[in-house]
T-cell receptor, first 115, second 107 residues
Framework: EAGVTQFPSHSVIEKGQTVTLRCDPI?????LYWYRRVMGKEIKFLLH????????ESGMPNNRFLAERTGGTYSTLKVQPAELEDSGVYFC?????????????FGNGTRLTVT | RKEVEQDPGPFNVPEGATVAFNCTYS??????FFWYRQDCRKEPKLLMS???SGNEDGRFTAQLNRASQYISLLIRDSKLSDSATYLC????????FGAGTRLTVKP
C-alpha cells in the first residue's frame, strides 16, 4: 500500500510569490488533513476534508491560503502571495475514519522557505 | 489555554533510564488519544493509541485519566533509538497536537 505522498519535498520562494503544495492520500482514505509546523512551534491544524468537502477549515491562518480537493482524491494547498511567516513544514495526513481510534498517516511533509 | 499541553522538556537521560511524559487536554469531549513520535526533519508517526484502561506495548506504557484530562507515556529501559520528539495527540472531530517533548537518550 502506497503511503501519503507530498510534492514538492522542498520549496524555496520569494516573498510575494505563489506556491502550490500537493498531497496524495492513501487510496480509499476519505479524510485528508493539512497541518503545518513553523520553526520552534507545535504542529498546527489547518483544515480537514471529508472526501471533497471541507469539514473544518478553522485553522487556516488567512485568506492567502486556499485548499482544494476536487473529486475527493488528491488535495492542493496554495499560498498566494507568500509571506515570510509562512515558512515551515506543511504536513498532509489521511485516515479512513473521523475521530475515534482513527490514527493519521502522515506524508513526509513539504518544507517551505519564503525569503 | 492551549488545547493540548505537554511537558516542556527537553529530557536528557542515560541509556536504560525510565522516563515519563505528561500531557493535559482542555476539551472534556475529546474522544481518542494517541502518542506520536517525530524524528528530526521527519513526519510524525503513530507510536501508540491510549486507551482508558491503560495499555502497554513492549517498553512503552500509556495511560489516560479522563477525570483529570491527563495522558501519560512511560518509556522503560531507554534506548539510544528512542531519541525523538514525542507528541501528544487528542481528537474530538479533528486531531490536535501538543507542542511535543524532546527526548535525548545518551550512552
Amino acid at each position: 500500500e502506497a503511503g501519503v505522498t507530498q510534492f514538492p519535498s522542498h520549496s524555496v520562494i520569494e516573498k510575494g510569490q505563489t506556491v502550490t503544495l500537493r498531497c496524495d492520500p492513501i487510496s480509499g482514505h476519505d479524510n485528508l488533513y493539512w497541518y503545518r509546523r513553523v520553526m520552534g512551534k507545535e504542529i498546527k491544524f489547518l483544515l480537514h476534508f471529508v472526501k471533497e468537502s471541507k469539514q473544518d477549515e478553522s485553522g487556516m491562518p488567512n485568506n492567502r491560503f486556499l485548499a482544494e480537493r476536487t473529486g475527493g482524491t488528491y488535495s492542493t494547498l496554495k499560498v498566494q502571495p507568500a509571506e515570510l511567516e509562512d515558512s515551515g513544514v506543511y504536513f498532509c495526513a489521511s485516515s479512513t475514519r473521523t475521530g475515534r481510534n482513527s490514527p493519521l498517516h502522515f506524508g513526509n511533509g513539504t518544507r517551505l522557505t519564503v525569503t | 489555554r492551549k488545547e493540548v499541553e505537554q511537558d516542556p522538556g527537553p529530557f536528557n537521560v542515560p541509556e536504560g533510564a525510565t522516563v515519563a511524559f505528561n500531557c493535559t487536554y482542555s476539551n472534556s469531549a475529546s474522544q481518542s488519544f494517541f502518542w506520536y513520535r517525530q524524528d528530526c526533519r521527519k513526519e510524525p508517526k503513530l507510536l501508540m493509541s491510549v486507551y482508558s484502561s491503560g495499555n502497554e506495548d513492549g517498553r512503552f506504557t500509556a495511560q489516560l485519566n479522563r477525570a483529570s484530562q491527563y495522558i501519560s507515556l512511560l518509556i522503560r529501559d531507554s534506548k539510544l533509538s528512542d531519541s525523538a520528539t514525542y507528541l501528544c495527540v487528542v481528537t474530538n472531530n479533528d486531531m490536535r497536537f501538543g507542542a511535543g517533548t524532546r527526548l535525548t537518550v545518551k550512552p
